[in-house]
């Protein structure tokens, strides 16, 4: 086998790939010894994959997406990619870094949480909600206010000694049209994103990637509301409202037999930062309220 080109060093992890990650480039390193993940490419038809949804078999998880190409991911080390004919490069960077790669965590038995991180000397901020609750939004506008990028969809997220630690994920991030005339960030946009048309990848100046996972002080639940509030969540409140919004992929979870290992992470997790949930309007003349709400939880 030839050797792999690409390595990243992710979540912890020193990652070999056949496949080159412009999303990650900022997380590129030099070969460092075995890889603790490697991504390949067959050309071969990806064996037993599913036309809809997950299957596991034994250690490997295989999933397919029409007139894209199937993946399988195998004992959390790794990820081989079986391309479709007409497949590109970006369809198949996307379903790798979201999917696959999120499948892999599981496997490994990470907590891979869906959301938008900011910190700020070195204490973060994870905004969670379902979508279109404004998590992009929301990490764009601190981002405006001189905050650093930590992540931007899916992240390594655990409990260790009296904190929750992130590991940062992402310097890019995904905003849509109105967002970017807002932050006046036109010059950042890199690309359109690929399912939807007003959505776009951009540029971030100030950013975490490849810096080592920092303590997160506050997980905060994104909703709709009159008005602009923060609220400290307590309890199983706080373990129900952190689970509900940042679980990626709960079909994975369900195949994989992982509930009860995912559910034990998100109750240590929880127990260790505190959960609130910021309600707004859903308009841009209310994100300058929440941002200053959210900004007190570094000064609190």
């Known amino acids: ?175 849509w049209r109105e967002a970017i005339d807002r932050f006046g960030w036109d010059e950042r946009i890199l690309q359109r994103d690929y399912y939807r048309e007003d959505k776009y990848h951009c540029s971030v100046g100030d950013h975490l990637a490849g810096e080592a996972a920092l303590p997160m002080i506050a997980i905060v639940t994104l909703e709709e509301g009159e008005q602009v509030s923060l609220d400290r969540l307590t309890g199983v409140e706080a373990l129900e409202a952190a689970m509900k919004h940042t679980m990626y992929r709960p079909e994975m979870i369900e195949v994989l037999g992982a509930w009860g290992q995912q559910g034990a992470l998100g109750a240590q997790i929880a127990a260790k930062c505190p959960v609130y949930r910021l309600r707004r309007p859903k308009d841009f003349d209310s994100l300058a309220r929440a941002c200053d709400a959210a900004e007190g939880l570094w000064s609190g």
């Open 1 to 175: 086998m030839m050797p792999l080109p690409f390595h990243y060093r992710h979540s912890g992890l020193v990652i070999a790939s056949a496949l080159e990650l412009p999303e990650w480039e900022a997380f590129a390193c030099d070969p460092q010894g075995d890889a603790d993940v490697e991504i390949s490419i067959s050309d071969e038809p990806c064996p037993d994959c599913p036309a809809d949804g997950s299957v596991a078999v034994g250690e490997a998880l295989r999933f397919a997406v029409e007139g894209i190409g199937g993946w399988q991911v195998e004992g959390g080390r790794r990820i081989t990619l079986h391309p479709g004919l007409t497949a590109a490069p970006p369809e198949l960077r996307l379903f790798t870094l979201g999917s696959a790669w999120g499948g892999l965590g599981y496997q490994r038995g990470f907590a891979m949480w869906h959301g938008s991180a900011v910190a700020r000397a070195g204490r973060a901020i994870l905004f969670c909600g379902d979508a279109g609750a404004g998590k992009s939004t929301m990490a764009g506008a601190m981002l405006s206010r001189g905050a650093g990028l930590v992540a931007d969809d899916l992240s390594r997220i655990e409990p260790w000694q009296e904190h929750a630690l992130i590991h940062p994920s992402s310097a890019r991030i995904k905003l």
